[in-house]
């Protein structure tokens, strides 16, 4: 069976070009439960908004309905201009996302792994896009080892590698320096970091972290957006409230 | 088919390293004409009787290898990884399927010998050719049923539980055309009537359950 491939990549998006996502009264709901609640939010491209919320407050969930792996169940998603999920086979080469799994084949070695995704994503000579990934992250001593046998810090760098490989110009955020010692985090912060170019949506934890590269911030609790703001127009006392009671 | 190369070639390389699928098949394909031997009390064994034991033990002994076909993508997040990249899903059914199929080739070129040694007098090697036929003809229709059903038992966790009950009744064609084309092969005297019409009946099988798994994989990876 022939099997067609989809549509390439759009061009790129520049900065200050457009909108690169755009949610209005976006729900979400696992069975009975709603993850998401009519929630919007809009950024610019080669923004980066970060996302903030206490566990279950529907942050993953976000993520993964803009990665194209959830659909809304109601209101307009759309990521540069593209609506999902219908137009998500045009989204899904402008993404990268890095989530808590690192997404890696633990009998395949990590040079192995990154072939596979370059093969999938057709990214033009993936032998040299891999070694150059693989020596940014210091990844290069270890490339050829399985996945199985690295530690967990190695293979959230891989996982970096992975995501940004078909240069992605919006990049999906999970807790990015997860498991990375700080050498480590310096290392991958110019594929992922805010000197990459791409649009970022991060999730994090760590409010100083996130609040010093954000351009918008985004607060979820329940599902419920409880903040939606420029950066400059909120603090890091107003994001704890989120975690610990109201924000103001 | 870059893609579908790229999944295959993943599956290939991690059973080969792995060596989860294949072996345990065989092993089991083994100890089942053990069993049967003993259980039957027959040295030999042909016609009907002898089909009915060589395709239930592959099948048997295939379901060990679907069970873990998709089993890499959902412990190892694979399948977010393979859903997210810019290529058709159905690309994710054919490797799938291509690569059960290559381990089915792969079970019956061990299994069949040890079924001649246990079971037939001679007439094997001169079976064998037309055999082989029956064998790549049924191995397609269980490789697509395979990874189409393989892939929505996954997502459960009765899966080891799920996959058999949703897959045997769906390949009772399969059994039934197998097994009809088998028996006159390994008759004595070997006969060759009737076989192409059974090889037909699989030919079709391949065709519309090809078919429906091809239109309905989408849907069903969808969220």
């Known amino acids: 069976m022939e099997v067609e491939q989809v549509e390439p990549a759009q061009q790129p998006v520049s900065a200050g070009s457009g909108e690169a996502i755009l949610l209005g009264d976006v729900t979400r709901r696992y069975g009975e439960r709603e993850a998401l609640r009519a929630v919007s939010t809009r950024l610019a491209v080669g923004h980066t908004l970060a996302v903030f919320g206490p566990n279950g407050a529907g942050k993953t969930t976000l993520l993964r309905m803009l990665a194209t792996l959830l659909i809304p169940h109601e209101g307009t998603l759309r990521v540069f201009g593209s609506d999902l999920p219908r137009e998500a086979h045009r989204v899904r080469p402008l993404v990268g996302f890095l989530s808590h799994d690192p997404l890696l084949y633990r009998d395949l070695s990590g040079r192995e792994n990154l072939l596979f995704y370059a093969r999938l994503y057709d990214v033009p000579e993936p032998a040299s896009r891999i070694a150059y990934l693989l020596d940014v992250t210091g990844m290069g001593r270890r490339a050829d080892d399985p996945v199985a046998s690295l530690s967990r810090g190695m293979a959230q760098r891989l996982a970096v590698c992975r995501a940004v490989l078909h240069r992605p110009q919006l990049l999906l955020l999970d807790e990015p320096r997860a498991h990375l010692d700080p050498q480590a985090a310096t290392a991958v912060d110019d594929l992922i970091g805010p000197g990459s170019d791409a649009t970022r949506v991060l999730v994090t934890h760590d409010l100083e972290h996130g609040l010093a590269e954000a351009d918008q911030v985004l607060a979820l609790r329940d599902g419920y957006v409880v903040a939606d703001a420029p950066v400059d127009q909120i603090s890091a006392s107003d994001i704890r409230g989120v975690y610990g009671g109201s924000v103001t | ?223």
């Open chain 2, 1 to 223: 088919m870059r893609p579908v190369a790229a999944i295959l070639r993943k599956d290939l390389v991690v059973e080969l390293r792995t060596k989860e699928s294949v072996p345990s098949m065989a092993i089991f394909a083994v100890t089942t004409f053990v069993i049967f031997h003993f259980g039957l009390d027959r040295d030999r064994l042909e016609g009907e009787l002898a089909a009915g034991v060589l395709w239930v033990t592959l099948l048997f002994a295939a379901i060990l290898g679907i069970n873990r076909l998709f089993v890499a993508e959902r412990e190892q997040g694979g399948f977010d990884g393979i859903l997210m990249a810019p290529i058709e899903r159905t690309s994710l059914l054919i490797a799938k399927a291509g690569a059960l199929f290559s381990y089915l080739l792969a079970l019956e070129l061990i299994a069949l010998p040890i079924f001649a040694l246990f079971f037939l007098s001679d007439g094997f090697w001169e079976a064998l050719p037309r055999l082989l036929v029956v064998a790549i003809l049924a191995d397609f229709g269980l490789a697509v049923m395979g990874a189409l059903l393989a892939s929505i038992a996954v997502h459960t966790r009765a899966r080891d539980l799920l996959l058999p009950l949703l897959l045997l009744p769906l390949t009772v064609p399969v059994m039934i055309a197998a097994a009809s084309a088998t028996k006159p092969l390994l008759s004595i005297p070997m006969e060759t009537s009737g076989v192409g019409k059974w090889l037909a009946v699989l030919a079709l099988y391949d065709l519309i359950f090809g078919l429906l798994a091809y239109a309905v994989f989408d849907f069903l990876m969808e969220d």
